[in-house]
């Protein structure tokens, strides 16, 4: 038996290839040549028969088919379910992408926030959800067509991989995909199976579960509900949060089926803001050598003001597949969604007296739908694959802002801002693979993106904003190539354009400092060129490599132009540059233990001297800056021991990362840090009964550090401090029927 399917090639050696499918998979076998790499399968519960393998994982984010990701042009890494979800809290995606290189994945160790997301220095800046990379589960977006991207819409509990691409390929999916990030949530098993988890932490942590999968009568399910609450390790930071996943699966015909997914989560969270340089008279310096606020404090204008969100999110969605022939198929996607968000921010922090501030709040209705055709064939005897789609999307903001004394909105008559924002995008794409030679993959592909904003003050509001039509086009092109080396090493270099609007709250304010000026209409979008080159390597049967190196340029990149207080307006800076090295490792020493280690450099800065105004005051940034938000150097390292007889997993992980600067001026830098967590679990089997105890402790020797930053802050609360020392313990019962 082959370990790859498809074709022989020339030199003698089998060969997965694009052609594997949904409906006729890549197989998997023992040969020795080609157990291929390293990036997500660490520690993957391998059977006896394979412990001494290390398999590349199959991925459909790429090219929107099943591929082995050893095959591809690109740097493309899949976090597999044992890693977001054993020993895990499950609430964030910071728990499971800090494995993945080119990632920063920072929890803000609050729930007000999304957590802190970017793809090689792409999204750093952003305060609010996330943005600059594309956000998906089973192709469906979790980000609107302005580029604001919100994956705390889908509990990770029903979540059983994640798949993070990168690079110049990201283009492929539309506007502010610096990176794509796609959740594929849990395929139902064939016998029915139900199950309950629950788990207690450090501060009054508990987080209690309930699944019910399976197959019947040919229809496929998969039901997950989560209840989350926590006191939080900061004062005003106590949260709470409840998630719903319905998935149900049907063939309507031996070709067709489709899926329909239905997402649900209701959250209230106080947020108790960043923390500054220096103290003042209503708190006391802690930890930080007195540098810092105490950190496990908040601020005045955070508790008297009761900064809090309250947020709820529906979103409904249906993928039909449907195979034609041998040779063609088809996919349509269609969703719908309501979002509603109210967010209580401080605007003042006097040490004695009342506390002004602002509730924002934005209800959105949103739609969309996704279509597309994929043909395989041959030209000039060689085999293709090509797919042409076609995207739409939609979104409608009723957004009002009014003034609160300690947290309570006045009855003033005008509010601040009421209006309705609305972004709409159509594209068009083309993406195609063709092995035109025995040795040689060439990957090409196109886009074009068009998306139009519109902002309008509400009726009788009373606001003086003036209206706001805008529109962005580009044709964003991308080309890759694929070398086979050897059977067991490919190198690939590629190349492409990138293409990033300003979203719906950059454009809300031309000047910060007077909410009545009206929308930003001067913002442009940057754009970039992207080159990545790498390699791929399995460097003997239980060690996998994968390397990259690249360099983005970047135009008109969006920061802020000024600030006064928790308001803030936008600008371009000119020219940025990005370059760095991503490299991951990946081996089994022996069946019992293995190691993984991912490693990340980035050179980000500004490539041109601009100037704006923050509070009044003129500020003029550096060529040669670095970006906010971006750490020079990251790592993550594991080692893990699995005792299968006996059914024990433990794992001890290392997370370091440099000091990341806080402001565009660099003036000021959150200090870099290293910290250690273990975790383990142990399984047994009674019958039909499957019972899992786990427990986790994260840094391990109780390290002070700042585990998130707030970029070009107003106030200059730029720090979010970790918690020390901390624990979760749990226990999971499965039941098949």
């Known amino acids: 038996m082959n370990f790859f399917s498809g074709s022989f090639w020339s030199f003698g050696y089998p060969r997965r290839t694009f052609e594997n499918s949904r409906d006729n998979p890549p197989m998997k076998t023992n040969k020795t040549t080609l157990a291929v790499m390293i990036a997500s399968c660490f520690g993957t519960g391998l059977s006896l028969a394979q412990e001494t393998k290390v398999l590349s994982p199959v991925v459909v984010t790429a090219t929107r088919t099943e591929q082995d990701s050893f095959d591809l042009p690109m740097a493309i890494d899949k976090v597999e379910k044992k890693d977001i979800q054993d020993g895990q809290l499950r609430m964030t995606l910071s728990e499971s992408l800090a494995r993945v290189p080119g990632i920063t994945a920072q929890s803000?160790?609050?729930?007000?926030?999304?957590?802190?997301?970017?793809?090689?220095?792409?999204?750093?800046?952003s305060s609010f959800g996330v943005r600059g990379l594309?956000?998906?589960?089973?192709?469906?977006?979790?980000?609107?067509?302005?580029?604001?991207?919100?994956?705390?819409?889908?509990?990770?509990?029903?979540?059983?991989?994640?798949?993070?691409?990168?690079?110049?390929?990201?283009?492929?999916?539309?506007?502010?995909?610096g990176g794509v990030i796609q959740l594929l949530t849990?395929?139902?098993?064939?016998?029915?199976?139900?199950?309950?988890?629950?788990?207690?932490?450090?501060?009054?942590?508990?987080?209690?579960?309930?699944?019910?999968?399976?197959?019947?009568?040919?229809?496929?399910?998969?039901?997950?509900?989560?209840?989350?609450?926590?006191d939080g390790f900061r004062t005003q930071s106590q949260n709470n949060k409840q998630q719903a996943t319905v998935k149900f699966g049907v063939k309507l015909s031996e070709d067709t089926k489709l899926t329909t997914l239905i997402n649900w989560f209701d959250q209230f969270?106080?947020?108790?803001?960043?923390?500054?340089?220096?103290?003042?008279?209503?708190?006391?310096?802690?930890?930080?050598?007195?540098?810092?606020?105490?950190?496990?404090?908040?601020?005045?204008?955070?508790?008297?003001?009761?900064?809090?969100?309250?947020?709820?999110?529906t979103q409904v969605g249906f993928n039909l597949e449907k195979t034609?022939?041998?040779?063609?198929?088809?996919?349509?996607?269609?969703?719908a969604g309501?979002?509603?968000?109210?967010?209580?921010?401080?605007?003042?922090?006097?040490?004695?007296?009342?506390?002004s501030g602002r509730a924002s709040s934005i209800a959105r209705d949103y739609y969309g739908a996704d279509l597309r055709f994929t043909h395989r064939g041959d030209f000039m005897a060689k085999p293709y694959s090509v797919t042409a789609g076609l995207n739409a999307g939609y979104m409608s903001d009723d957004r009002l802002d009014r003034n609160t004394v300690n947290g309570v909105i006045?009855?003033?008559l005008t509010p601040n801002r009421d209006e309705n924002q609305k972004a709409a995008n159509f594209d068009q794409y083309v993406q195609g693979i063709w092995s035109f030679a025995p040795r040689w993959d060439l990957h090409a592909g196109v886009r074009h993106t068009n998306l139009d904003l519109k902002i309008r003050p509400n009726l009788g509001a009373g606001v003086?904003?003036?209206?706001?039509d805008l529109n962005f086009s580009k044709t964003l092109p991308v080309v890759g190539v694929v070398f086979k080396a050897t059977p067991v090493l490919n190198f690939y270099a590629n190349v492409g354009k990138g293409f990033e609007t300003p979203t719906l709250i950059e454009l809300t304010y031309a000047d910060a400092a007077n909410a009545a000026a009206g929308a930003n209409t001067s913002l442009k979008p940057s754009s970039s060129t992207n080159l990545e080159v790498g390699a791929k390597w399995l460097a003997t049967d239980n060690t996998r490599v994968n390397a990259a190196v690249f360099q983005i340029e970047t135009n008109n990149e969006i920061v802020v132009s000024k600030q006064v207080g928790t308001t803030a307006s936008y600008n371009n800076a000119g020219k940025t540059n990005r370059k760095g090295l991503e490299l991951s490792l990946e081996h089994r020493f022996m069946s019992k233990l293995s190691g993984y280690l991912a490693y990340t450099y980035l050179d980000a800065t500004f490539d041109q001297t601009f100037d704006y105004t923050s509070s009044g005051s003129p500020v003029t940034i550096n060529k040669g800056n670095a970006i906010p938000g971006t750490y020079k150097t990251q790592l993550y390292g594991e080692l893990a021991w699995k005792e299968q007889d006996i059914g024990l997993n433990t794992a001890v992980e290392v997370r370091h990362f440099s000091k990341a600067f806080v402001n565009d001026t660099n003036t000021d830098s959150a200090p870099a840090y290293t910290i250690f967590s273990l975790r383990g679990s142990l399984q047994q089997q009674a019958g039909k009964w499957r019972i899992t105890e786990f427990a986790r402790v994260d840094n391990l020797f109780d390290k002070e550090y700042i585990g998130s930053v707030r970029v070009n802050d107003g106030n200059t609360r730029f720090f979010e401090p970790a918690p020390g020392r901390n624990y979760i313990v749990g226990v999971r019962a499965n039941y098949a029927f």
Do not use: C, H, W
């Open 134 to 177: 594309r956000v998906y589960v089973d192709g469906i977006p979790l980000s609107m067509p302005d580029g604001i991207g919100n994956p705390g819409s889908v509990d990770l509990g029903s979540i059983a991989a994640i798949e993070v691409m990168r690079g110049p390929f990201s283009a492929m999916y539309g506007n502010s995909s």
């Open 338 to 355: 309501k979002r509603d968000n109210l967010q209580y921010l401080a605007t003042s922090n006097a040490p004695a007296g009342d506390i």
């Open 324 to 335: 034609i022939d041998a040779n063609n198929t088809l996919n349509a996607i269609v969703y």
């Open 269 to 313: 969270a106080q947020d108790p803001g960043g923390l500054v340089r220096t103290g003042n008279v209503a708190q006391s310096p802690g930890a930080f050598g007195g540098n810092f606020y105490n950190p496990e404090g908040a601020t005045r204008g955070a508790i008297v003001g009761n900064t809090r969100v309250i947020r709820s999110n």
């Open 464 to 468: 003086t904003t003036n209206p706001a």
């Open 410 to 412: 006045t009855p003033k």
């Open 186 to 230: 849990d395929t139902p098993p064939a016998t029915p199976e139900v199950s309950a988890d629950v788990m207690f932490g450090s501060f009054g942590t508990r987080r209690a579960g309930v699944q019910a999968a399976g197959t019947r009568n040919g229809v496929e399910y998969l039901i997950n509900y989560s209840d989350y609450t926590s």
């Open 108 to 125: 803000r160790n609050q729930m007000a926030q999304d957590p802190q997301i970017s793809s090689r220095g792409f999204g750093a800046r």
